[in-house]
């Protein structure tokens, strides 16, 4: 039980890690393309600092959506024939493309402004299936060999 627990909060953070990051180079790529200079130095302090920002927001719902998606994913992996981290991978780019659609129904706007474009939406995807792959990886059991 300790090593799902584990998996589901690394799917968790690796996720929140690589949205929230990739949300902030999506729009100072928006900036760029304005003719405005984003140095590397200010692409960095704006990661660093957007991701302590969206914690208190958008982790909780990143956590909410996988939540959701990994025993639906392990259910699904019951009657359809996948490999495993495929399974787990799908429905994790599923859960953060259904947060953000689900966020956009309910608000009638995007919730993250990186998401208004189909990279940033894309961005999001892979986010979220990176999620489904670290959970897939590190709960697996291990079989020990003699």
Same mark, same amino acid.
């Given at each position: 039980m300790l090593r799902i627990l584990?998996? &589901?909060l690394a799917a968790v953070v690796a996720a929140y890690l =690589?949205?929230?990051?990739m949300s902030t180079q999506v729009i100072l790529h928006q900036v760029a393309d304005l003719g405005l200079p984003v140095s590397l130095r200010v692409r960095l302090d704006a990661t &660093? %600092?957007? =991701?302590? /920002?969206?914690?208190? #927001?958008?982790?909780p719902m990143v956590a909410g959506s996988l939540i959701v998606?990994?025993?639906v994913s392990a259910l699904v992996l019951k009657f359809v024939p996948l490999p495993r981290t495929l399974g787990y991978l799908i429905g994790g780019? /599923?859960? =953060?493309?259904?947060l953000h659609m689900i966020l956009f129904a309910v608000f009638g706007i995007h919730a993250l402004p990186a998401t208004?474009? $189909?990279a940033g939406? /894309? #961005?999001? $995807?892979?986010? @979220?299936? =990176? @999620? @489904?792959? $670290?959970y897939a990886k590190?709960? %697996?059991?291990? #079989? %020990?060999t003699p």
């Open positions: 584990i998996a &589901f =690589l949205a929230a990051a &660093f %600092e957007d =991701l302590l /920002a969206m914690a208190q #927001t958008y982790l998606a990994i025993p780019a /599923a859960a =953060l493309w259904a208004r474009s $189909v939406m /894309a #961005t999001q $995807v892979l986010a @979220g299936a =990176l @999620g @489904g792959y $670290v590190l709960s %697996e059991k291990r #079989t %020990e």
